[in-house]
Structure formats: structure tokens, C-alpha cells
């Protein structure tokens, strides 16, 4: 399994982004695909995850509301749409994916990881 993110930049407190990770190597019918960030100095946390047919997702408290995970089927890519940007969404974000229907939010539950695009938000 590969994940390939991408996406990550500088925007403005208050703008939006969108982070894509590329998922390829097997079907992924039957997996969970999830996003998780890491701050400086900070532990890595989960902010998103989905089902790949997209009939259950999750969310961190955090960022309910300002952004959303979703699942293009015909492109294997997962995307995660930002809006509301604070500057405490700056992190370095990965996608990551797991095998089942469970929306963990765990990150030792999932199997592969991408490695990651930066996205640093100024105020």
C-alpha cells in the first residue's frame, strides 16, 4: 500500500485548503482512511476518517464543522477539505489507512501511513 499526500501550503487565518492523499497497491473497498496532524513539540492526533464508500466518517471535536473528509472512488484519492483555518491547524498532515469499518481514532490502529504535507496557517 502507497499514500501519497500532497496539498500543503501557507494560507491566511479564516482561508481554505485542500489536502489530497493518493492511495494505491490494493483495493481499499473494505478499508478505513483517516487523517491525522503533528505540531511542533506536539503528539500526533487524529482529525478525520472515513469509510472508503464514505457511509461513516469522524471527526476530532477540533475541527467539526470546518473541514471534511471525503472519498473519490475513481481516482483512489482521498481528500480533506479545510475552511475556517486557524493558526492552531498548523501541522504537518498524514494520511493514513486501515483495514475494516472501524473509524478508529487511535493512531497505532492503522496499518499505513503517507508521509505527510505541511500546512501552516498565519494570523
Known amino acids: 500500500v502507497q499514500l501519497q499526500a500532497s496539498g500543503g501550503g501557507l494560507v491566511q487565518a479564516g482561508g481554505s485548503l485542500r489536502l489530497s492523499c493518493a492511495a494505491s497497491g490494493r483495493t481499499f473497498s473494505n478499508y478505513v482512511m483517516g487523517w491525522f496532524r503533528q505540531a511542533p513539540g506536539k503528539e500526533r492526533e487524529f482529525v478525520a476518517a472515513s469509510t472508503w464508500s464514505g457511509g461513516s466518517t469522524r471527526y476530532a471535536d477540533s475541527v467539526k464543522g470546518r473541514f471534511t473528509i471525503s472519498i473519490d472512488n475513481a481516482k483512489n484519492t482521498v481528500y480533506l477539505q479545510m475552511s475556517s483555518l486557524k493558526p492552531e491547524d498548523t501541522a504537518v498532515y498524514y494520511c493514513?489507512?486501515?483495514?475494516?469499518?472501524?473509524?478508529?481514532?487511535?493512531?497505532?490502529?492503522?496499518?499505513?501511513w503517507g508521509q505527510g504535507t505541511l500546512v501552516t496557517v498565519s494570523s
Open positions: 493514513a489507512a486501515r483495514s475494516g469499518l472501524l473509524t478508529v481514532v487511535r493512531s497505532s490502529g492503522y496499518d499505513y
